[in-house]
């Protein structure tokens, strides 16, 4: 799966310059990152909208475009997905409340 992420965060790096008249990507760089995450919070309650109507084949759809923007957004603060994987491998075995505890901590 990371290497899916990587190569559509590459993507994204290499069309993020090119024409906002022919590029999804470059026009939604150009708009800024305000927009890129109008767009994730846009996607994300698609998903749950998705979810919630209880059809697959739609949170399966909608969780790509959250996906797809996620990674612009990631391109736009220069987090690679390696980064968060790291985080979620460091995350693995570990409690969720316990976690959730040792951020409060920090």
């Known amino acids: 799966m990371t290497d899916t992420l990587k190569k559509l965060c590459n993507v994204i ?3 993020k310059g090119k024409s906002p008249d022919k590029s ?3 026009k939604m760089f150009k708009k800024g990152t305000n927009k890129i995450c109008q767009k994730v919070g ?3 309650t698609e ?3 998705a979810a919630l109507a209880e059809k697959k084949k739609d949170v399966v759809s909608e969780s ?3 996906l797809f923007h996620l ?3 990631w391109v736009d603060k220069g987090v690679a997905p390696e980064d968060v994987m790291a985080e979620l491998e460091k995350r693995m075995g570990q409690s969720g409340l316990d976690e959730k ?3 409060k901590a920090d």
Do not use: H, N, T
Request: hydrophobic letters at 55%; a negative charge.
């Open 101 to 103: 505890a040792a951020r």
């Open 47 to 49: 998903v749950v909208i």
């Open 71 to 73: 990674c612009m957004l």
């Open 64 to 66: 790509a475009d959250l």
């Open 13 to 15: 790096d290499e069309r």
């Open 42 to 44: 846009e996607e994300a």
């Open 24 to 26: 999804y990507v470059a």
